[in-house]
Each structure stands twice: as structure tokens, then as C-alpha cells.
């Protein structure tokens, strides 16, 4: 319980830290720490990934690319048609389509999926293959979607390379580092991501925290309105995306849980590596965080539960 509650509660405690003492994050930039934090936490992540039971076949060619071009190319531009129509500022903007444009969590949506009684091996391939395919998309995609905004650098080639270097290298030196030495990181070693990401949060608003109080309130509510809406529509196009194409409901609970949910961490990566690393476009981030663990955990919980009631009906 307490490990799912640490990156939660973690968020809740630098956000009130970086607001009201806002000097007491700033050494993170001073020293240039974030992409420390960053290579730490897919170092972390290629160790702790498991292959085994990864399968490859038609019915999961079909989920994958359908959910992949949903996902990683359609979400960010609805995210872009969204934050237009409810005409949010360029920060919020670019929080909402970066957090949209990720791929899905390397843990949570695996997770999700199992508390579902969906496909839980599905659910690991189209995680693992999604966020590699992402380092692919991310660059061209935002460079397409965001490509009007003067104040951040969309150059894909840079996107790529930091990308690269940041993510991509790390997963596969913890992997195979892994792979090589047969062993496993002990249990206090996944507690590493989630602290590398409130480190990271802790700069963002630290250093942002003057702009934060300032920023009019009725904006972030939009933003926040914002989010909700927009993982509430990637929920229900992957699910009927997935009855479209008829494919099995075990299958179609993999695709909304990880098709439709976001990574935090590299949503956070791509903000440094734009340059637009300020509170208010960190906060749509925090807000389709928070908002995707709260309705993905009650849907996956009833989802569960009625096939478990199916099941014995079964019987």
C-alpha cells in the first residue's frame, strides 16, 4: 500500500515545499541534476523489466498498431483540438499534448490490466513496445503539433538525440546489465523512479513557484478540465476502437489500460528537453496523472469484478 501511495503523497509534499520554500528545490537546477534523475530512472526501469511471455502474433499485430496510432499519433492532436477549443495559454497547451503524446507507464497499466482480468501479457508487450516506438514518434509528432510555439525548441533531431541519450541508452544498459549479471535490484530499488520523479517535481516548482501564485486559477481549472476530458476519451476510443475491430474483451482491457494511460517521466523528460520545464505546463501534467491513477484504479476494480461475477456465473 505504501508503495502506491509513495509517488502520490511524495507530489502532494514538494508541491507545498516548492511554493512555500521554493529555494529549497532550486540546488536541483543550480547543480543541473535533472538529467541525473532522468538516466537514473530508466536505468532503474531497463533492470527491473522483464521479457519473459512476451508474445508476437496476429491478433497482437492488430492491437498494437491500432493502438499505437491512436495513442502516440491521434491523442496529441485531440489534445491540441481541446486546449484550441477551450482556449488555454501556450504553457498549459504544451503540458497537455506533451502528456498526451507519451507513451504509457511501464508499471501502472500492467497493473490496471491485471486488476481488470484483462490480457496481462498483452498489456506488457504493448507497454514495452509503445515507449520504445515513442522515442519515434515523440520527436516528429510535438515537432507537428507544436511547431507554432516560438518560445520552445520542437527541432525533432534534438527531440531524438536527447531522447536517446536520456532514455532509450540507460533502459538498455540497465537491461542487459541485468540480463548479463543474472541479477535481480533488491525490493528498495523500485522506490528509485518514483523519488528521481519527485526530485525532478521538486525543481519544476521550486523554480517556477513565483509564476505558479501568480498564474490566474480559473486557467489551471480549465486545465485540469482539460486533462480529465482528454483521458476520458482515450478510455473510451481504445475500448470501442478495440469492439470495432473485434477483438476479445481481455484483449481490449490491455489496449485501454496502456494505450490510454501516460507516463509521467518521460512527460517530465520531454518538458526539460524543450525548455518549457515551468509550473504551468507541468501542472496539466500532474493533473492527467493524478486524475488517470484515480478512474483507471475505480474502472479497472468494477471491470474485475464483473468478470470475476461472469466467471462464477459460468460455473
Given at each position: 500500500?505504501?508503495?502506491?501511495?509513495?509517488?502520490?503523497?511524495?507530489?502532494?509534499?514538494?508541491?507545498?515545499?516548492?511554493?512555500?520554500?521554493?529555494?529549497?528545490?532550486?540546488?536541483?537546477k543550480h547543480?543541473?541534476?535533472s538529467?541525473?534523475f532522468i538516466?537514473?530512472?530508466f536505468l532503474?526501469c531497463g533492470?527491473?523489466?522483464?521479457?519473459?511471455?512476451?508474445r508476437f502474433?496476429?491478433?497482437?499485430?492488430?492491437a498494437?498498431v491500432?493502438?499505437?496510432?491512436?495513442s502516440?499519433i491521434?491523442?496529441p492532436?485531440i489534445?491540441?483540438?481541446i486546449?484550441k477549443?477551450?482556449?488555454?495559454p501556450e504553457?498549459?497547451?504544451i503540458g497537455?499534448?506533451?502528456?498526451s503524446?507519451?507513451?504509457?507507464?511501464?508499471s501502472?497499466?500492467?497493473v490496471?490490466?491485471?486488476?481488470?482480468?484483462g490480457?496481462?501479457?498483452?498489456?506488457?508487450t504493448?507497454?514495452i513496445?509503445?515507449n520504445?516506438?515513442g522515442?519515434l514518434?515523440?520527436?516528429?509528432v510535438?515537432?507537428?503539433?507544436?511547431?507554432?510555439d516560438?518560445?520552445?525548441?520542437?527541432?525533432p533531431?534534438?527531440m531524438?538525440l536527447n531522447?536517446?541519450?536520456?532514455?532509450v541508452?540507460?533502459?538498455f544498459v540497465?537491461?542487459?546489465?541485468?540480463?548479463?549479471?543474472?541479477?535481480?535490484?533488491?525490493?528498495w530499488t523500485?522506490?528509485?523512479?518514483?523519488?528521481?520523479?519527485i526530485?525532478?517535481?521538486?525543481?519544476f516548482f521550486?523554480?517556477s513557484?513565483?509564476?505558479?501564485?501568480?498564474?490566474?486559477k480559473d486557467i489551471?481549472?480549465?486545465?485540469?478540465l482539460?486533462g480529465?476530458?482528454?483521458h476520458?476519451?482515450?478510455?473510451v476510443?481504445m475500448?470501442?476502437g478495440s469492439k470495432a475491430?473485434k477483438?476479445p474483451?481481455?484483449?481490449?482491457k490491455a489496449?485501454?489500460?496502456?494505450?490510454?494511460?501516460?507516463t509521467l517521466t518521460?512527460a517530465?523528460?520531454?518538458?526539460?528537453?524543450?525548455g518549457?520545464?515551468g509550473?504551468?505546463?507541468v501542472?496539466?501534467?500532474?493533473?492527467?496523472?493524478f486524475l488517470?491513477?484515480?478512474?483507471?484504479?475505480?474502472?479497472?476494480?468494477k471491470?474485475?469484478?464483473?468478470?470475476k461475477k461472469?466467471?462464477e456465473?459460468?460455473?
Open positions: 500500500m505504501f508503495k502506491k501511495l509513495y509517488l502520490p503523497l511524495g507530489m502532494l509534499v514538494v508541491l507545498a515545499l516548492g511554493l512555500l520554500i521554493p529555494e529549497s528545490g532550486l540546488w536541483i547543480w543541473k541534476l538529467n541525473l538516466i537514473l530512472i532503474v533492470w527491473q523489466t522483464d521479457v519473459n511471455g512476451l502474433d496476429r491478433k497482437f499485430a492488430l498494437f491500432s493502438g499505437a496510432v491512436l502516440l491521434c491523442a492532436w489534445a491540441l483540438g486546449a477549443i477551450m482556449r488555454l504553457l498549459p497547451m497537455l499534448v506533451v502528456i503524446a507519451v507513451p504509457p507507464t511501464l501502472s497499466g500492467i490496471m490490466t491485471e486488476t481488470a482480468e490480457n496481462v501479457f498483452l498489456s506488457m504493448l507497454t513496445g509503445y520504445l516506438l522515442v514518434t515523440l520527436p516528429v510535438l515537432s507537428w503539433c507544436l511547431a507554432g516560438s518560445s520552445i525548441n520542437t527541432n533531431g534534438k531524438l531522447l536517446a541519450l536520456l532514455v541508452l540507460p533502459f540497465g537491461f542487459y546489465i541485468k540480463k548479463l549479471s543474472r541479477k535481480k535490484l533488491p525490493s523500485g522506490y528509485i523512479p518514483s523519488t528521481c520523479v526530485m525532478l517535481l521538486f525543481s521550486s523554480s513557484a513565483e509564476q505558479l501564485k501568480i498564474f490566474p489551471l481549472l480549465l486545465a485540469a482539460a480529465l476530458l482528454m476520458i476519451l482515450l478510455l476510443i475500448w470501442y475491430m477483438i474483451a481481455e484483449d481490449g489496449m485501454i489500460f496502456t494505450g490510454a494511460s501516460k518521460i517530465l523528460t520531454i518538458l526539460t528537453i524543450l518549457a520545464d509550473g504551468a505546463a501542472a496539466p501534467c500532474l493533473v492527467f496523472y488517470q491513477m484515480l478512474i483507471d484504479s475505480a474502472l479497472a476494480g471491470m474485475g469484478i464483473a468478470t461472469q466467471m456465473k459460468s460455473v
